[in-house]
């Protein structure tokens, strides 16, 4: 019998690429909405998750299309600089893939800001990453407090805007 030493074996185990991590990611964070809020079944519009900590969750189906849903969450929060609301994340669920995707986050600064105009591809992936990763995190975080189908209520029009 012969002997392998311990450097060939560890050469057999395949290595995750970071576009395959991210992948994972978009997983993972399907899962997690879906658990969260069921966003595919819901009508376009804005929602509020409320669990009585005073800051409550804004969840707003921009459009459901026949694979995706696009929305964005975020708090009531507004950054003082720019007015925005502070964080935010527009997200795309694709539900024939069972992945969600954070195509743009912003927490404290824009994309551009970060990464600059014409980033190297390599530099956008691992962007990517971290937008998913807070995305992850965040949706880990909302569960554990208690949001949820049940927390979430439809709010019209002319109450978001008084």
């Not at 900590?53 to 459009?63: A, P, W």
Request: with cysteine; hydrophobic share 40%; charged share 25%.
């Amino acid at each position: 019998m012969s002997r392998v030493p311990v450097t060939d074996r560890t050469a057999r185990i395949p290595k995750l690429s970071r576009f395959g991590w991210l992948m994972g990611l978009y997983a993972e964070n399907f899962n997690r909405l879906t658990r969260l809020f069921e966003p595919a079944d819901l009508a376009p519009g804005r929602y509020v998750s409320t669990i009585g900590d005073g800051l409550d969750l804004r969840l707003e189906v921009i459009e459901q299309h026949a694979y995706t849903t696009e929305l964005r969450l975020t708090y009531g929060l507004q950054d003082p600089v720019t007015g925005e609301p502070d964080p935010s994340a527009f997200l795309r669920l694709y539900r024939d893939a069972r992945q969600v995707e954070a195509t743009h986050c912003y927490v404290g600064r824009r994309w551009q800001d970060v990464i600059g105009m014409y980033p190297p591809p390599a530099e956008v992936i691992g962007h990517r990453m971290r937008m998913n990763t807070f995305l992850g995190k965040w949706l880990q975080y909302l569960a554990e407090g208690g949001h949820g189908v049940a927390t979430l209520r439809a709010v019209a029009a002319e109450t978001e805007a008084a």
